[in-house]
């Protein structure tokens, strides 16, 4: 999927998305997934709260799944999935 992602969301719901500008590559160093330490100020006061739940079998471009215990630079609140 050019320009977008595609979640699987508790094993069954397919959600997509695309994005609206013209860049699709991933090029940054360090890629942020899930909940933030202190998501008030990080978004500015426009959201009050943060991802809550499981990540799992995470592809970038078709490459290996990332384990993120394993290969995670820093992490906040990150526990082994149940």
Not at 56 to 77: A, C, I, M, W, Y
């Amino acid at each position: 999927m050019k320009g977008g992602i595609q979640m699987i969301i508790d094993r069954e719901k397919l959600v997509q998305s695309t994005s609206p500008g013209s860049n699709y590559n991933l090029d940054s160093e360090i890629l942020y997934l899930g909940g933030m330490p202190d998501e008030r100020l990080h978004t500015q006061g426009r959201f009050h709260s943060s991802f809550i739940g499981d990540i799992r079998k995470t592809t970038l471009q078709r490459g290996p799944n990332v384990t993120f215990l394993q290969h995670s630079h820093e992490s906040d609140k990150v526990y082994q999935c149940g």
